[in-house]
């Protein structure tokens, strides 16, 4: 079993849906990232989250440390959010910065 | 500013040969770390280094070896190469291990062919 598991693993939506992708953990964490991956390769951190929620435009982060869950919210979907949309989370390591660990990402697809 | 720069952005190698992966960090950062990412699944951590070191090792062989620069640059080396180690090299900066603040910032990736 993957320490992180994502859901769904592909998601097509139309032009203007709410968007859920969910990450569940098994580990201890210091903090959660959400990131976007475009075909090209380059990856964007989108939020870093250690409790709570954040918002940054249409993108809504919450996350849950007693459940060891997060979900990423887009809302009103566009195309330009089509993407690969990755959490990873940041393991707890003696009190320096551990590794990453990533999920396998969810592919969004929004239609017009 | 520029972010993360990673060269070269494309390359084909054969089998047992040797390559160089190359990164230069966001301004202001002194850690870099290097992942490991197939096609169709996350990245992998590889390892991390600061302050010329290397701190933190995921599960990969000594084939993968690196190097940190007294400019805070690193480089990734692979050594013996295998047709599985074809995938996309990504290199991300980050400011000290010890804060556990702040954004990741991640190159555009190396994507290296083995065949």
């Known amino acids: 079993k993957n320490e992180v598991e994502q859901s769904p693993q592909n998601l097509t939506a139309q032009e203007g849906e709410f968007i859920t992708i969910n990450c569940s953990y098994s580990v201890g964490i210091s903090a959660l990232h959400w990131l976007q991956q475009h075909p090209g390769g380059g990856i964007v951190s989108l939020f870093m989250?250690?409790?709570g929620k954040k918002k940054h435009g249409r993108l809504i982060a919450t996350i849950n440390i007693q459940e060891k869950h997060s979900s990423l919210h887009i809302t009103a979907s566009h195309p330009r959010d089509s993407a690969v949309y990755i959490c990873a989370v940041r393991m707890n390591y003696g009190g320096s910065q551990g590794n990453l660990i990533f999920g396998k990402g969810t592919k969004l697809s929004v239609k017009p | 500013d520029a972010g993360v720069t990673q060269s070269p952005t494309h390359l084909i190698k054969t089998r047992g040969q040797q390559v160089t992966l190359r990164c230069s960090p966001k301004s202001g950062h002194d850690t870099v770390s290097w992942y490991q990412q197939a096609l169709g699944q996350g990245p992998q951590f590889i390892f991390q280094?600061?302050?010329?070191?290397?701190?933190q090792r995921g599960n990969f062989p000594d084939r993968f070896s690196g190097h940190q620069f007294p400019n805070y640059s690193s480089e990734l080396n692979v050594n013996a190469l295998l047709l599985g180690d074809s995938a996309l090299y990504l290199c991300a900066s980050s400011l000290v291990p010890g804060a556990n603040t702040g954004e990741l910032f991640f190159g555009e990736g190396s994507r290296l062919t083995v065949l």
């Open positions: 989250l250690s409790s």
């Open positions: 280094y600061y302050e010329e070191e290397e701190r």
